[in-house]
């Protein structure tokens, strides 16, 4: 048997923290190993206890989610934890600005129980979870109010149909949506998934969505 993947749940809304807790607890293959109330605690208690898993609510006090998501996956952190995001959809840019954090995905809160543990489960094994009518929602929304970024790096060439599997990446699609739109297996999605991260010097799906925003490759 292997270990059950460790949880921590961070939301300052006692009742939101208790419930997802008390679902997670259920699952045998899950373990909730705490519980905090703001980003700053989320922090100190996912150092010390080396989750698999931050359950990651946005706006807290002390420290936002935002703010604790990028001390814990952020740019340049030696270890980074995986962080679920879980928001409203009226904190929409919230999110697109924890996914630039390193979150490794979101769900709305009032997602079903099923999707909590899926979500879990998925970030869980190092894959991203991004839901494609959440994401188009999201950040499709905000598009229009996102800078392109002035550090493209220099030398990297992805090919015409590397860019065209980004676009849909970041249209929200799965990669057998993808595959039925292109024609092609769902293998060679997954390679063309593969080469685009390596070569971009991406982690997961997530941050290739918010490359392709950031560089006006999607409008």
Known sequence: MTAPVRVLVCDDQALIRTGFA???DAQPDLEVVGEC???????DLARRLDPDVVVMDVRMPV????GATRLLAGAGVAHP???LVVTTFNLD????????AGASGFLLKDAP???LLHGIRTVATGAALLAPEVTRQLVGRYASRIRPAEDTPNG????PRELEVLRLIADGLSNSEIAATLVISQETVKTYVSR?????DLRDRVQAVVYAYRRGLVT
């Open 37 to 43: 109330g703001d980003g700053r605690a989320a922090v």
């Open 113 to 115: 129980p099923a999707q």
């Open 63 to 66: 420290l936002d989610g935002i």
């Open 93 to 100: 840019e919230y999110v697109y600005e924890a996914l630039r």
């Open 22 to 24: 008390t679902i997670i």
């Open 156 to 159: 990297v060439a992805l090919t």
């Open 81 to 83: 934890v995986k962080v």
């Open 196 to 200: 685009i991260l390596t070569k971009l």
